[in-house]
């Protein structure tokens, strides 16, 4: 079975889903979308740029969720001791969310990730 992608294009596959560093294929195949191809590689890169978006916006409004609470007194305790737990549940989730978008990209899978196709379809 053929590969959706280019033998040459699996380190742009892989930094689609690493962060902001998604940015580099997105930029670099904005031009070259009339292969089907570079394409694929170009769609993971929009969704991989929507999802560290979306992790950055979520991980920020949550920070300051914790520090507007943790002035509140007995409150604030009590969310600093829960988010000993939360974060590492949070990073682990997010670190899951990218594991499964490589696994899926480099299957040959376009899998939209529920919420962040919406914040992808804006990046043309």
């Known amino acids: 079975m053929e590969k959706p992608y280019h033998e040459g294009d699996v380190i742009f596959l892989f930094l689609a889903y690493f962060g902001f560093l998604s940015a580099i294929p997105f930029l670099m195949l904005r031009d070259q979308r009339a292969d089907p191809k570079k394409a694929y590689v170009y769609w993971h890169a929009r969704q991989g740029l929507a999802l ?3 992790v950055t916006c979520l991980s920020m409004i949550l920070l300051m969720a914790y520090m507007f609470v943790g002035w509140i007194p007995f409150v604030g305790w009590a969310v600093a001791l829960s988010g000993c737990c939360v974060w590492p549940l949070y990073l ?3 670190i899951t969310a990218h594991v499964t978008c ?4 480099f299957a040959g899978q ?3 990730f529920p919420g962040v196709s919406r914040v992808a379809e804006m990046f043309h």
């Not at 490589?102 to 990209?105: S, T």
């Open 110 to 112: 376009q899998w939209t």
């Open 102 to 105: 490589w696994i899926k990209a």
């Open 92 to 94: 682990l989730v997010i």
């Open 52 to 54: 560290a978006l979306c």
